[in-house]
């Protein structure tokens, strides 16, 4: 596709989504370690290992999502306590700098990422159902949100990561 994926920081939202659209994030954010296994199959280290200037290589990218992820379970229990504010974001991606993911082993990186993620899917799975009506202040956003608009949130930065990983396996 020829078309530029538009920056994440330049993303809008549209939240106050419905409590039944819960099942179907949940499935989104249950996949992406599948999905992201199925991108990243047969692909060799020189690929993942490639930075593109002062950008993350696809091995970066993967260590990001699974750097992020210890931020959406921290969120999602903010809800489950009825946290009035969410834990704001580390914005400039230090920590995924810092980590060398170059360095390690992809498969040790999905593995853990797959590992957390479901930790995250078996809390939702578990919480109760009167938490997802609750809201709290998404910092970097400024506005409400329910644990429903943070798992399309979630799962739209999955996509996001994706659509970046495949976008440098073509380069």
Known sequence: MQIAPLPWLERTFSFGLPTQ???NFLERLRGTPARLEEILTSVGDAVTHRPESDKWSIQEHVGHLLDVESLWAKRFEEFKNAMETLTA???TGRRTWQ????AVP????????????QGVVRFLELMPAACFER???HPRLNTMISPVDLMYFAAEHDDHHLVQIARLMRV
């Open 21 to 23: 659209l819960a099942p």
């Open 106 to 117: 992809l498969e040790k990186i999905i593995g853990e990422f797959r590992a957390a993620r």
């Open 99 to 102: 980590a060398d993911y170059n």
């Open 89 to 91: 974001a580390e914005m």
């Open 135 to 137: 809201k709290a202040l």
